[in-house]
C-alpha cells in the first residue's frame, strides 16, 4: 500500500514536471507567479491539514486566525513601525495563546461530538472571528506599502517579482520543519500515534489530551504567524481568510488525509492553473472556481474507488 | 397535547397569521414576512440535517432561486408566482446535480462542497453578465403585486407553510425514518436494504428547492438580485442558527428559533449595524456546546425526565 502510494505521488510530480516545461515556454510568468501563489496555498493548508490528521477536526475557522494574523502584523506595523517578517514572532506568541483559548473554550467540548456538531461549531467560531474584525476593523480593505515587496528580476526579456519566493521558502521551511518535527522529535512522534489511534495511544501512556490541545494551538500560532507574511503582498479585509480554509481543505482532500508532502505538490497544481486561468484575458474571473472544479473532481473520484474496493 | 386540542391551536394561529395584515402595520407586516422566509429556510435546511448530513449551501440556493425566478420572468414572462415556483425547480435540479456528485462522500467532503457553492454561483453570475446583469445584478420593473403589503405577506406565508407541511409530512413519511436510521447508524440503514445514496439525494433536492422557492419570494418582493444581496451570508447564518437554537431535528425547534431570534435580529440590525451577525455566531457556538438539542429538545428532555 506503501509503495503503490508512493508510485502514484512521483507520477504526479513527472507530470506536472514536463507540465511546468511546456508552461515554462509558452507563458513564463504563468509558472512562476503560479509557483508563488501554490507556496502560499501549500503553507496555509499545511497547519489545517495537521489538525485535521491529528485531532480529526476539520477546523472551518482556519482561514479566519490566519486574516486575524494579517491584521495583528498590519496593527503592529502601523503604531510601532514592526516590519511584518518580525511581526511573525509576536504573531505566533499571541496566536499560540489563542489556539489554547479556543480549544479550552469550545474545541475541548466536541471532540467526541458528531461529526456535524465540530463542523457547525467551527462555523460558528469562523462567524465570530470574521465579525468581530468586521466591527472592529470594518469591511475596508487594509495594506501596508513595504518597498521591498516589488523587487524584481530579469532573464533575458521576461522580468518577474521575486519578493514572493519568500512564499515558496516559508513553505518549504515549514514542510521541512513539520515533516523533522513528527518524525524525530518526542512530541511529535506522541502526535502522530495519538492521530492513527488515540485508544491506542492512551494505552501505552500518551496524554492524548494534552497532546491535541497542544497540536490545536500549533497549527493556530502557525497560521497566525502566516497571516503575518500573508499581509505583506495582499490587502486584509474581514472575509480574506473564507476562501483559503476551503483552498487548504481543497488541497488536503486532494492529497489524503495525513499526506503533508502531498500537500505540496497539490497546491502546485492549483496554484498554477489559477495562475494559467488568470492570464487568460477575458476568462480571468473564472479562476476562483478551479478548487471547486477540483474538489469535486476528487470527490467523484474517491467514491468511484470506494465503490470498486 | 391532545390531538384535538392540537389542532384548535394549529387553526388559532394560521388564522392569526393569515388575518395579520389586517390590524398590523406595515413596518410589523414586512419584520413578519421577513421572519417568514427565515424560518422557511431555517426548516428546509433543519430537514437535511436530520438525516445527519450538513448542507452550508443555504445562500447559494436561495440566491439561485431568487436569480432563476427573475431571469424566467423577465425572459419567458411568465406569471411570477409561476416564475418563484421555477425557480424553486432550478435550485432543486442544481441541487440534484452537485448530490448525485458528491453525496457519495459524505460528512465533511460534502459540507465543505456546499460550503464553497454560495460563492461558486456569485462566481458564476458575475462572469455571465449578458445573461445576469453582472455585478450590478438585475432589477425588475416593479415588485409582485404592484408592492401591496397584504398580498405580499400571504405569499410569504404561503412559501413558509409549504416548508411546514413539507417538514411534518417528512417526520411521517418512510423517508423520514429511512433518514433517522441513515444518521444513527449508516452501515446498520445499509443492511437493511434503504438505499442510502438515493435518499440522500432526493431530501437534498427538495430541501434545496423550498430555499429556492424562499429565494424566488424574496427576489420577486424585493424586486431585485445581485451578486452580493441574494448569496448574502445573512442567509446562511440566521437559518442556521435559528434551527441550532430552537433544536435540531424537529419542526418545531426550528419554527420557536426563527420566531426568537427574527424579531432579536430586528433590534439588532437597529443597534449595530455593522457586524450583528456576530451574535448568531455566538448562538451557534454556545448552542452547540451547552445545548445541543436545542430549546425544544431540551425542554422535552426535562418533561420526560420528570
Known amino acids: ?309 | 397535547m391532545k390531538t384535538r386540542n392540537r389542532w384548535i391551536l394549529y387553526a388559532f394561529v394560521t388564522a392569526l397569521l393569515v388575518t395579520l395584515p389586517y390590524y398590523t402595520g406595515t413596518y410589523l407586516l414586512s419584520v413578519a414576512g421577513t421572519i417568514l422566509i427565515y424560518l422557511a429556510l431555517a426548516l428546509s435546511w433543519d430537514m437535511l440535517l436530520r438525516s445527519g448530513q450538513l448542507s452550508f449551501g443555504i445562500a447559494g440556493f436561495f440566491g439561485i432561486g431568487g436569480y432563476a425566478a427573475v431571469l424566467i420572468f423577465t425572459n419567458a414572462g411568465l406569471n411570477p408566482l409561476i416564475s418563484i415556483l421555477a425557480g424553486g425547480a432550478v435550485a432543486g435540479v442544481f441541487a440534484l446535480i452537485i448530490g448525485t456528485a458528491v453525496l457519495q462522500l459524505r460528512g465533511m467532503y460534502f459540507a465543505i462542497v456546499t460550503l464553497a457553492l454560495a460563492e461558486i454561483f456569485r462566481v458564476i453570475i458575475r462572469n455571465l453578465p449578458d445573461l445576469t446583469g453582472g455585478p450590478e445584478g438585475l432589477v425588475l420593473p416593479a415588485a409582485i403585486f404592484s408592492g401591496d403589503s397584504t398580498s405580499t405577506f400571504w405569499l410569504i406565508l404561503a412559501v413558509a407553510v409549504t416548508a411546514l407541511i413539507a417538514s411534518e409530512i417528512f417526520q411521517k413519511s418512510r423517508v423520514f425514518f429511512a433518514l433517522t436510521s441513515i444518521r444513527n447508524d449508516e452501515v446498520l440503514a445499509r443492511s437493511s436494504g434503504i438505499n442510502v445514496f438515493k435518499y440522500l439525494v432526493i431530501v437534498f433536492a427538495v430541501t434545496s428547492a423550498i430555499q429556492g422557492i424562499a429565494g424566488g419570494a424574496y427576489a420577486h418582493v424585493h424586486g431585485f438580485v445581485s451578486p452580493e444581496g441574494s448569496f448574502s451570508l445573512d442567509f446562511a447564518l440566521l437559518p442556521m442558527a435559528m434551527a441550532l437554537f430552537g433544536g435540531m431535528h424537529t419542526t418545531w425547534g426550528p419554527v420557536l428559533g426563527a420566531v426568537l431570534l427574527g424579531i432579536a435580529a430586528e433590534f439588532l440590525k437597529l443597534q449595530i449595524p455593522y457586524g450583528h451577525l456576530l451574535v448568531y455566531g455566538v448562538i451557534i457556538v454556545i448552542a452547540i456546546i451547552l445545548f445541543p438539542k436545542g430549546i425544544v429538545g431540551t425542554i422535552s428532555q426535562k418533561l420526560q425526565a420528570r
Not at chain 1, 483559548?101 to 456538531?117: Q, R
Not at chain 1, 521541512?176 to 488515540?198: D, E, S, Y
Not at chain 1, 495582499?234 to 481543505?249: E, N, R
Request: charge should be positive; hydrophobic fraction near 60%; include cysteine.
Open chain 1, 1 to 309: 500500500m506503501k509503495e503503490l502510494f508512493k508510485q502514484r505521488i512521483w507520477q504526479w510530480v513527472l507530470a506536472s514536471l514536463i507540465l511546468a516545461v511546456a508552461l515554462a515556454c509558452w507563458k513564463p510568468y504563468v509558472l512562476v507567479e503560479g509557483i508563488q501563489r501554490s507556496s502560499l496555498y501549500a503553507m496555509i493548508a499545511l497547519p489545517m491539514a495537521l489538525v485535521l490528521g491529528i485531532v480529526g477536526i476539520v477546523n472551518l475557522a482556519h482561514g479566519e486566525f490566519m486574516m486575524l494574523g494579517a491584521y495583528l502584523a498590519y496593527w503592529l506595523n502601523v503604531h510601532f513601525g514592526m516590519d511584518p517578517f518580525a511581526a511573525m514572532f509576536p504573531a505566533f506568541i499571541a496566536f499560540a495563546v489563542i489556539g489554547v483559548i479556543s480549544y479550552l473554550t469550545t474545541i475541548k467540548y466536541v471532540l467526541g461530538a458528531p461529526e456535524l456538531n465540530q463542523l457547525l461549531l467551527t462555523f460558528g467560531l469562523a462567524m465570530i472571528l470574521q465579525q468581530l474584525a468586521n466591527l472592529v476593523w470594518t469591511s475596508q480593505p487594509l495594506k501596508v506599502h513595504l518597498g521591498y515587496v516589488s523587487a524584481s528580476a530579469a532573464i533575458g526579456s521576461f522580468s518577474f517579482g521575486t519578493f514572493e519566493f519568500v512564499y515558496v521558502a516559508a513553505a518549504a521551511i515549514l514542510l521541512g520543519g513539520l515533516l523533522l518535527f513528527l518524525k524525530h522529535t518526542r512530541l511529535g512522534q506522541a502526535a502522530l500515534a495519538v492521530g492513527q489511534n488515540p485508544r491506542g495511544a492512551k494505552l501505552v501512556g500518551i496524554n492524548v489530551d494534552q497532546t491535541y490541545l497542544i497540536i490545536f494551538s500549533l497549527s493556530i500560532a502557525l497560521v497566525g504567524a502566516i497571516g503575518a507574511i500573508f499581509m505583506t503582498r495582499h490587502s486584509i479585509f474581514p472575509l480574506v481568510g473564507g476562501a483559503y480554509t476551503l483552498k487548504s481543505f481543497c488541497l488536503i482532500a486532494m492529497a489524503g488525509m495525513g499526506n503533508l508532502a502531498g500537500i505540496a505538490v497539490f497546491s502546485l497544481i492549483l496554484g498554477v492553473s489559477e495562475s494559467l486561468v488568470l492570464s487568460l484575458r477575458g476568462y480571468a474571473g473564472w479562476a476562483d472556481i478551479i478548487f471547486f472544479a477540483l474538489i469535486t473532481g476528487v470527490i467523484i473520484v474517491k467514491s468511484h474507488q470506494r465503490q470498486i474496493r
